[in-house]
């Protein structure tokens, strides 16, 4: 136990004092002279830290000892505080020397620089030969890079801030005592953007930025390009840019390496390759936590272990890690079902497919255009608006998309994704209203015939998906652009009156067109859209404003019918939620004034909508709160008396700022189940005004209203 106490306080010192990676620096450099240096100052260093060695460590357990890998000279740590003090004197000489200018920096420095480890012979090698400071200063890159934090390797580092030759000694010795500051930040940038690039990519691009003329010549790049011509002026120019004729002088406070480094890093994240995987990874994410909520977190760090890095070289590739996910979600006991889990991963593989093609235009992509230019297909369907001519070529085409049948149809979805790209690719701004004109009665018959459910060819169906998609999303450019043509109120009226699962998934692709043109959030669009007479519309903001009042229910329950007048209420809930809704709403106020339970359940459903304003950020319906103030005026207060009136305009609004019946999203429960019991007994009350036989409740509600 002895001896093992003191080889272990040998080692730790040893490892302390980087004397282990020194060494096998030493024993790797091929020069004798150099190696020659490099075992005196070994063995200096030895001696020299041996006198400051800390016998108390060899009564610790575990010694706290910095990790720095791959330092090449004895002492780099002891140097690196040697630097530290020298940074501090060299504030204080300029917060108090107010006659310090820049120019006297590298003097001052000189002057300031002594090491405690290195002597003056090894310090003027060091920053007087070249190779001598590589060493010295890839060591100091080390140790900055441990005290900051910073996750980039030692190599990255050095490379980044060695890129530019031009550089003296001079100006790298200034980074650590006078420019640390700046150094940080600027590897503070190259770190975060290793969220989305590594450092492979970052640096093949700042090899290729570098051109010296002569002996160089100019090539077009698909980032910045920084020029050395004639060893005297720099020149950048711009991504793709050849001539250096029209560039005027690149100047810089700094390192014009380094300023370029970080304009093509930019370039390298913003690049439709790294935008790429981001995506990837984005639609990864959303759909383990879909599927795996408290788990996904795990799965998505697993999956990064196995080496994923959102590159696929194949479809089969795709399919294979779509397959791996799967198992896995089986495995982690997914709450979803498995129908859930299917549909998930089924648009999780298509997505990746229609992204990887859409960047490997060589491969799979490439017998899509094959087979669009040998049918002329993209013409054939804007020609005969959707429907493919009854030839062999497309019969033949028809069976080989039959052959597939895959139930998952991810080709049918690509081609008709493909189709409908090229067909909006030859879509002209100001063409979009006529051509809505010219094809309305076209759109009607194609959406009518898929909506039908006869049986239809794969290529045919194909063909009229991508075309109705093409018309669909003119229409939303029309919208977007506020057109005027006769054309939209037709298309609007026809999709108003169309209430079919497939007419809804039609809508939400003009929406969801409608968002990605505007850059609208959803809530912006309906804010937008719902003063707009657009019938079709309506529904969709009326159930996201439904939305919220059933999103009550969980946590609250509120007094509605449940058993007696449970029919009444499910017909008004229909009207009222009906976007065209007048006509029947304004029949059915009339109806009140005859029958109590009608009465009764109306007054309900704006006890149900009023509930409503327990949700955070829920502002009052300006436009429904006017039409019950305004539009059926007469007919409410015939109903319903002024008093039932006022009480449905309160529901509507959520009363005034200091009325008791005031909801908002603080309240307790118990408050709010407060509220809705005296409202509910208020609306039975007001309801009694309806009621067929003449009772004292009935007299007494009319006296009192």
């Given amino acids: 136990m002895f001896y093992e106490a003191y080889i272990f306080l040998l080692l730790s010192h040893l490892e302390k004092y980087q004397l282990f990676d020194a060494y096998i620096c030493l024993t790797n450099t091929q020069d004798e002279n150099m190696k020659n240096h490099l075992s005196q100052l070994w063995i200096d260093s030895l001696k020299t830290s041996s006198e400051n060695i800390d016998v108390a460590t060899m009564h610790l357990d575990v010694i706290d000892i910095p990790f720095v890998v791959g330092v090449r000279l004895p002492c780099a740590a002891v140097e690196f505080e040697n630097i530290r003090a020298i940074r501090k004197k060299f504030q204080d000489m300029q917060e108090n020397d107010t006659e310090f200018a820049s120019d006297d920096y590298d003097s001052r420095l000189d002057q300031m620089h002594t090491s405690k480890v290195y002597d003056d012979k090894i310090l003027q090698l060091i920053f007087t030969d070249r190779h001598w400071f590589e060493l010295y200063f890839h060591d100091q890159i080390a140790m900055h890079l441990g005290e900051v934090k910073i996750q980039l390797s030692t190599d990255f580092a050095y490379d980044l801030l060695t890129s530019n030759p031009t550089r003296t000694i001079k100006q790298h010795k200034r980074l650590f005592p006078v420019e640390h500051v700046e150094l940080t930040e600027i590897l503070r940038l190259f770190e975060i953007s290793l969220q989305l690039v590594n450092e492979e990519e970052i640096r093949n691009v700042i090899r290729k930025q570098w051109i010296e003329i002569p002996p160089c010549k100019i090539q077009s790049s698909e980032y910045y390009t920084l020029i050395l011509v004639n060893n005297e002026q720099f020149y950048q120019l711009p991504p793709k840019s050849t001539n250096l004729e029209e560039q005027e002088i690149f100047e810089c406070q700094g390192d014009p390496m380094i300023e370029t480094s970080l304009m093509n890093l930019i370039e390298l994240i913003l690049s439709p390759s790294v935008i790429q995987q981001a995506k990837i990874f984005n639609n990864l994410i959303r759909c383990l936590t879909a599927l795996l909520s408290h788990k996904a977190l795990d799965v998505l760090k697993d999956v990064c272990k196995t080496g994923f890095d959102a590159k696929f070289d194949s479809c089969l590739s795709i399919h294979f890690f779509i397959t791996q996910l799967q198992e896995r979600i089986k495995a982690e006991k997914s709450a979803a079902d498995e129908n859930t889990i299917h549909r998930a991963l089924v648009k999780l593989e298509l997505d ?354």
């Fill in 352 to 705: 990746f497919l229609k992204d990887w093609l859409a960047d490997n235009g060589d491969s799979y992509a490439k017998i899509f255009t094959i087979i669009d230019n040998k049918l002329d297909l993209t013409s054939t369907l804007k020609k005969n608006h959707g429907v493919l001519p009854p030839n062999d070529e497309f019969e033949q085409l028809n069976r080989c998309l039959e052959m597939i049948n895959s139930s998952k149809r991810k080709i049918e979805r690509l081609m008709a994704n493909r189709l409908h790209m090229h067909l909006m690719l030859n879509v002209q701004g100001n063409e979009i209203d006529q051509q809505l004109t010219d094809e309305y009665d076209y759109f009607v018959e194609n959406f009518r015939e898929i909506q039908s459910g006869r049986k239809t060819n794969v290529a045919q169906m194909i063909s009229l998906i991508a075309w109705l998609k093409y018309y669909a999303q003119m229409y939303a450019l029309a919208l977007n652009n506020e057109g005027q043509e006769d054309v939209l109120p037709r298309i609007d009226q026809f999709l108003a009156n169309t209430d079919t699962p497939f007419s809804s998934t039609v809508k939400l692709f003009i929406i969801k067109q409608m968002l990605q043109i505007s850059k609208l959030t959803l809530e912006q669009l309906r804010e937008f859209y719902v003063n707009r007479n657009i019938l079709w519309i309506k529904p969709f903001f009326q159930r996201s404003r439904d939305q919220q009042t059933k999103s009550t229910r969980p946590t609250l329950i509120v007094p509605m019918p449940l058993f007696q007048c449970r029919e009444q209420f499910k017909r008004i809930r229909k009207v009222l939620n009906n976007a065209d809704r007048n006509n029947e709403l304004r029949q059915l106020i009339q109806e009140c004034n005859n029958t109590q339970k009608l009465s009764y359940a109306f007054l309900c459903w704006f006890i149900e909508y009023y509930s409503r304003f327990t949700q955070p950020n829920t502002d009052k319906d300006v436009d429904f709160v006017q039409t019950i103030k305004n539009d059926f005026v007469q007919d409410l207060i015939k109903s319903f008396t002024p008093l039932g009136h006022q009480f449905l305009i309160d529901l509507c609004s959520n009363f005034s700022e200091k009325s008791y019946f005031r909801l908002d999203s603080t309240m307790p429960s118990d408050d709010i189940h407060q509220r809705l019991l005296a409202l509910n007994i208020v609306s039975v009350f007001i309801s009694f005004k309806s009621y067929s036989k003449s009772t004292l409740l009935r007299v007494w509600v009319c006296v009192w209203v």
